[in-house]
């Protein structure tokens, strides 16, 4: 009984403190004139300047999975499927699973120690003072960014990964082209690419939601905007993997 009574107020406590920033993230969003000369210079922080790793990420995965693939199919299925594999686990699973696991670690981690050196240098007070709302400037362009672009990269990814299969089965693996493109169209749906970017959609809002929370909370000078950064980072991990199969059990 003591038990529960602690933790009571607890809950209660965390569903106040979650109801309290919900209210205040849909009054940010609907404070359009203060975010809105801010979303296209986040878009290009967030999503074009990721570009780069993501395609690097993208390009050994199809490596690998070209030649993972083959060495499973040998002498069991034909190698036509590699295509089929390549094509089906990057567009579905590993482009916006590994893209988002990348970009947690540069967008998180960028956006949770940006705003929370401004926290703790007092810049988030100044702009209170200055009637500003911090999250309709600082939180609602930074996450609309990572919403609207994650799914950019993803489909750079996508694309770039399934070339980079293709070219492995075809010059390692003895695969002819119109073998591999074979495989990739008979099993290819539709869905398997807006299945991808809308996963990646709602892995870059969970990312930065984690990095504005985190930021606009720290505390304690350097130490706490270096432990606002790492938890950003790692709750952006989490969410990920969360909503991964959140996704998975809702659509498939």
Same mark, same amino acid.
Not at 59 to 81: E, H, M, N, R
Not at 225 to 245: F, H, K, M
């Given at each position: 009984?003591?038990?529960?009574?602690?933790?009571?107020?607890?809950?209660?406590?965390?569903?106040?403190?979650?109801?309290?920033? /919900?209210?205040?993230?849909?009054?940010? @969003?609907?404070?359009?004139?203060?975010?809105? *000369?801010?979303?296209?210079?986040?878009? %290009? +922080?967030? &999503?074009?300047?990721?570009?780069?790793?993501? @395609? $690097?990420?993208a390009v050994f995965t199809g490596i690998v999975l070209a030649l993972l693939s083959s060495y499973i199919f040998t002498g069991a299925i034909p190698l036509?499927?590699?295509?089929?594999?390549?094509?089906?686990?990057?567009m579905m699973e590993l482009g916006p699973v590994l893209t988002g696991m990348a970009l947690a670690g540069r967008v998180g981690a960028n956006i949770a120690?940006?705003?929370? /050196?401004?926290?703790?240098?007092?810049?988030?007070?100044?702009?209170?003072?200055?009637? !500003?709302?911090?999250?309709? !400037?600082?939180?609602?362009? %930074?996450? @609309?960014?990572?919403?609207?672009?994650?799914?950019?990269?993803?489909? $750079?990814? =996508?694309?770039? &990964?399934? =070339?980079? &299969?293709?070219?492995?089965?075809?010059?390692?693996?003895?695969?002819s082209t119109q073998e591999f493109w074979k495989g990739l169209r008979q099993f290819y749906q539709f869905k398997d690419v807006w299945f991808g970017l809308?996963? *990646?959609? *709602?892995?870059?809002?969970?990312?930065?939601?984690?990095?504005?929370?985190?930021?606009? /909370?720290?505390?304690?000078? #350097?130490?706490?905007?270096?432990? #606002?950064? /790492? +938890?950003?980072?790692?709750? &952006?991990?989490? *969410?990920?993997?969360?909503?991964?199969?959140?996704?998975?059990?809702?659509?498939?």
């Amino acid at each position: 009984m003591q038990r529960t009574a602690i933790a009571a107020p607890q809950w209660g406590r965390f569903v106040a403190h979650v109801g309290r920033w /919900t209210l205040g993230a849909m009054r940010a @969003l609907g404070d359009i004139a203060t975010w809105r *000369s801010h979303l296209v210079p986040q878009m %290009r +922080r967030l &999503g074009v300047d990721s570009i780069p790793i993501a @395609l $690097f990420i993208a390009v050994f995965t199809g490596i690998v999975l070209a030649l993972l693939s083959s060495y499973i199919f040998t002498g069991a299925i034909p190698l036509y499927f590699v295509g089929a594999l390549v094509g089906k686990t990057i567009m579905m699973e590993l482009g916006p699973v590994l893209t988002g696991m990348a970009l947690a670690g540069r967008v998180g981690a960028n956006i949770a120690a940006e705003l929370g /050196t401004m926290k703790v240098t007092e810049q988030v007070d100044a702009l209170e003072t200055l009637a !500003y709302d911090p999250r309709s !400037y600082l939180a609602v362009p %930074r996450v @609309l960014a990572a919403t609207i672009m994650f799914p950019v990269v993803t489909a $750079f990814a =996508v694309a770039v &990964g399934v =070339v980079a &299969g293709w070219i492995t089965a075809v010059n390692l693996l003895d695969l002819s082209t119109q073998e591999f493109w074979k495989g990739l169209r008979q099993f290819y749906q539709f869905k398997d690419v807006w299945f991808g970017l809308l996963k *990646s959609a *709602s892995f870059g809002a969970a990312i930065a939601l984690m990095g504005c929370y985190k930021g606009l /909370t720290a505390l304690g000078g #350097a130490q706490g905007v270096g432990a #606002a950064t /790492t +938890r950003a980072v790692v709750l &952006g991990c989490e *969410s990920i993997l969360v909503l991964d199969a959140f996704w998975a059990l809702v659509l498939l």
